[in-house]
């Protein structure tokens, strides 16, 4: 882990922008208990990875180590510990490199890849090129095009067009290296905030779809409800119900 940046500031951690609340909303109506006790635990977004690649760790530990309830069609490719909820599929052609928690519902489709650390939420569907890894999707997401989403929250119906992206490390000081060093931070209020992270990816709020071709920065939010136009480059903070033209 990198030496913290003496500029870098937390005292701004309990702002109402940093929290799950502010970008999912009812959190007690989701369909998994899974996520909504997740989300709970989370004091800010920025914990809400962690806290969710120590349960896929220690599925006994969170009540995830139970019998597979869902379909694994023949053809398909799963490795490793993958937790299939009732009504989850994984389809003929679909490759899923545990661990991986797929809810209730969730469908990932011929040609998709799901990576380690993953929590597909109920509803979810994971299409053809897209490819996810170390990311929660909270309920009925739809990733159905080629794209790609790492280390990032993705909110409640939230849908990505084609050739979508999240990036999730820093590339300011030459060749990019793994595993990572150097922190991802991000700036509110023009306060620099630490994620504890190397590499973080976006927040995505409910309600909110990517036009085709939009390219997120690290440590990019998207409060709900905001309305993006077609963009190839999006990055810092954008509060609930913005516009972006």
Do not use: W
Not at 12 to 23: A, E, F, H, I, Q
Not at 208 to 225: C, D, H, K, Q, Y
């Amino acid at each position: 882990m990198p030496v913290a940046d003496p500029q870098t500031s937390t005292t701004s951690m309990t702002d109402v922008r940093l929290t799950p609340d502010y970008y999912i909303h009812r959190q007690q109506d989701l369909a998994s208990a899974y996520i909504v006790g997740l989300l709970a635990r989370a004091e800010t977004v920025f914990d809400i990875k962690p806290l969710m690649v120590a349960d896929l760790d220690d599925p006994a530990a969170c009540g995830l180590d139970h019998a597979p309830a869902g379909t694994i069609d023949a053809g398909a490719i799963v490795e490793g510990p993958v937790y299939l909820q009732q009504g989850a599929r994984i389809e003929s052609g679909a490759h899923v490199i545990g661990p991986v928690l797929i809810c209730s519902g969730a469908v990932i489709a011929a040609g998709a890849l799901v990576r380690d650390h993953s929590v597909i939420g109920p509803g979810s569907a994971v299409g053809f090129g897209a490819e996810i890894t170390r990311s929660l999707l909270v309920e009925a997401v739809f990733m159905k095009h080629v794209s790609f989403v790492g280390d990032s929250i993705l909110g409640r119906h939230v849908h990505l067009g084609a050739f979508c992206s999240t990036t999730g490390m820093r590339n300011g000081t030459g060749p990019v290296r793994e595993p990572a060093v150097d922190e991802v931070t991000i700036t509110l209020d023009e306060a620099r905030i630490s994620t504890g992270q190397t590499k973080f990816g976006a927040v995505i709020g409910d309600e909110v779809g990517l036009p085709a071709a939009t390219v997120l920065s690290p440590g990019t939010l998207i409060g709900p409800g905001t309305v993006i136009y077609p963009h190839t480059h999006i990055g810092g903070i954008l509060p609930a119900g913005s516009r972006v033209r």
